[in-house]
């Protein structure tokens, strides 16, 4: 260093451009931790995975629940990709979760960014399935039900729903999905045998929507009796709006053979 | 390298010089002994975590042997292992650690505590083949410095890595890491991370010489603070030292072989050593070595008598 004394000038100045260089620094950072860290809308995670914002802060990218998958089914994000980056994610028309039900790659994850508290498999949300009306088989008439029959929670998370017709001997046979119990984990998904799967897995917040506070459902036992809200003493019972014929025309031959 | 004609040099300095420029072949060779121990752990630890990622490797029984990455990992089921400044910065984002973590950051913290030094940077990081790489054909092709970056500037970085964590609320540093990156797209699949390492080497060859790894990486920061007491370092004998200053040509870090603070000392004090043993290998004096702490405070001793 040369031994002359800084003049107070220069001592300002320094100060301003080592805080000028900061701050450029600083809002760079910034910008790309935003720009990876955002709530990613389409990524699926594994099993257990915290809320998104809780995820994407503890999650450690160390990759050892991708270690412990038997299946291969998770992955890390790679840098400059569409998800965040290093962190686990799945795409289930790849390869779904096939919901092990000793959850190894929980039990793998060292900072409970996949949450210990998922003691059962079937308890987890990793998304949910919607099926596309339009194009699935099912609802075109056709007998497919392969998402209804691989659904590891059958009956359950996807059930069946008989539409009889007048006019054909063949019924449509509809697959609904149930999000009390939709895992998300995709088989249904993989199985799926459209071009392009007719059923797939969002996440939540893409799919769902929240009916709101102001809404009483006076015909939900779930519903709240409180002192402005009283249901009917007894409700009246349910009246069929379409008498169904003691012999169906639509015949599941499918299910139960031809009779 | 420097030269040993330089008549500014003392007599017995350019002699030194001259023995350097004279070594044989085979003790040429013979002073590479650190970089190709350095690169053999440094390739090693990733061929385990590899190995373990894609082949399955498993010992004992069926445990996995080295499962994750170095932001955390588990070696044969047994040893936890996590990075103690990503745990820090997701400790500082408001998320409590399980106990694993935890643990693991404790055992990492105290192995480099005790170690000293920089070792994770020059032993461990994947990162250092590459500046290491960019440094050596940067002083071949004898590319002159842009401008000068003070060394304290990776403390600066590691400051703001820590308040921005508590700010953004994700570990900042791990969102950007390049050795993150790079560990990670070796071990589970390519990405565009080494785009991330190609703008390191660039950048280290041919704008500041050790530009990452010296100034600005704040894991070699948060190392170097870690280090500063650690047992293994290098001695320096003084009265062996003939001042030609080769050790210091070839030291990544050369600001911690000032030789007035060696012979105050008698080592190599500043954790921003990364005891990479460079030096070691080549001074010709044989003045520099590694040793431990306390022996070293012995050793100088006798000499002074
Ligand atoms: S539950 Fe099993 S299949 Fe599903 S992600 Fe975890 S380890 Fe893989
Ligand atoms: S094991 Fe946990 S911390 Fe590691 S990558 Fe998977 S989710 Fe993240
Ligand atoms: S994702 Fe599909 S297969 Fe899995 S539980 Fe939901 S409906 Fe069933």
Known sequence: MTGKTTTRREFLLKAAQGTAMAATGGLLWVYLLRQEARAHPYALRPPGALVEKDFNATCIKCGQCVNACPYDTLKLAGAGGSLPIGMPYFIPRDIPCYLCPDIPCMRACPTGALSPDLKDINDSRMGLAVIDLENCLSWKGLRCEICHRECPLKGKAISLELHPRAQSKHAMFYPIVNSDFCTGCGICEKACPTAEAAIRILPHGMVQGRIGEHYRLGWTFDTEISQDFKPAETAPPAVQETTVPDKAPGVDYLNEGEP | ?305
């Open chain 2, 1 to 305: 390298m420097s030269d040993p004609t330089d008549t500014r040099l003392r007599a017995d300095a350019q002699a030194s010089l001259r023995k350097i420029h004279e070594r044989s072949l085979g003790a040429r060779m013979w002073s590479w002994r650190y970089v190709v121990l350095r690169r053999i752990a440094q390739v090693t630890i990733l061929l385990l975590f590899f190995g373990t990622a894609h082949w399955g490797w498993q010992f004992p029984g069926d445990t996995p042997l080295l499962t994750g990455n170095l932001s955390s990992s588990e070696f044969m089921g047994l040893l936890p292992m996590t990075d103690p400044l990503a745990a820090l910065q997701i400790f500082l984002t408001g998320h409590l650690l399980t106990r694993e973590a935890l643990i693991g950051a404790a055992v990492v913290f105290i192995f480099y505590l005790l170690l000293g030094g920089r070792v994770f940077c020059a032993w461990v990081c994947p990162v250092n083949m590459v500046t290491d790489l960019a440094g050596w054909l940067r002083t071949r092709l004898d590319i002159k410095p842009l401008f000068h970056v003070p060394r304290n500037v990776r403390y600066y970085v590691l400051a703001a890595a820590l308040i921005l964590s508590a700010i953004t609320g994700v570990a900042a540093f791990e969102w950007v890491s390049p050795v993150g990156m790079m560990h990670r797209e070796i071990i589970f699949g390519l990405g565009f991370g080494f785009l991330a390492l190609l703008a390191i080497f660039l950048f280290d060859l041919l704008i500041l010489k050790n530009g990452w790894c010296g100034h600005l990486c704040p894991l070699g920061g948060f190392w170097s603070l870690v280090g500063r007491g650690g047992q293994v370092r290098v001695r320096f004998d003084r009265d062996t030292c003939t001042h030609c200053g080769a050790c210091g040509a070839v030291c990544p870090e050369p600001q911690v072989l000032n030789l007035k603070k060696l012979e105050e000392r008698g080592l190599v004090y500043s954790g921003e050593c990364s005891n990479c043993g460079r030096c070691t290998a080549l001074c010709p004096e044989n003045s520099l070595n590694f040793d431990l702490r306390a022996l070293i405070r012995k050793h100088n001793a006798q000499a002074r008598d």
